[in-house]
């Protein structure tokens, strides 16, 4: 009876480690792509609502990737919508998945699938509050891309430096 307690109060204090070690993300989602086949037409999004618009923000693009996946880059354009509907920017991106030179998978990763973060978006910040959305369209040649399991978007505020 005593070690079932154990175990309980060590994964308790253990979730709770966890949990609060995110304490700056404002917003995470990631979406699966159907049968790992991202068509050009299918452009996911994201919305979030930021509070704070005297914060800076940093945003990410979370990938996952199978192995097979056949090149080393991705290539994805980001569009950010503010809370009045129009656009606020809009620009390319390119990550690299795997290294060039040796075809390596890059990331976290078991098995055949592979997890990256990517910083899109750099201490920025948002000049109203309100809802936000941000609509990611993959910018490759193959149609449909092949290999990407699910893509995401993180917000969080940037820690004030000490």
Not at 54 to 81: E, W
Not at 90 to 110: Q, V, Y
Not at 145 to 162: D, F, T, Y
Request: with cysteine.
């Amino acid at each position: 009876m005593k070690k079932n307690s154990l175990v309980f109060a060590t994964l308790f204090c253990l979730i709770g480690l966890l949990t609060s070690c995110d304490a700056n993300r404002v917003y995470e989602e990631n979406q699966d792509i159907k049968e790992s086949l991202w068509p050009i037409d299918l452009a996911p999004s994201f919305t979030f609502e930021i509070a704070d618009t005297t914060a800076q923000y940093n945003v990410y693009f979370n990938v996952r990737n199978a192995l097979q996946y056949p090149f080393y880059n991705l290539y994805l354009r980001h569009y950010l919508i503010g809370p009045d509907g129009k656009q606020i920017s809009s620009a390319l991106h390119e990550m690299l998945l795997m290294d060039p030179k040796t075809g390596e998978p890059r990331g976290s990763g078991a098995g055949d699938l592979f997890d990256h973060r990517f910083r899109a978006l750099k201490n920025i910040r948002f000049e109203r509050s309100g809802t936000y959305k941000l609509i990611l369209n993959q910018y490759m040649r193959q149609d449909p891309l092949p290999g990407i399991m699910s893509i995401g978007v993180r917000v969080e505020k940037v820690q004030a430096q000490q």
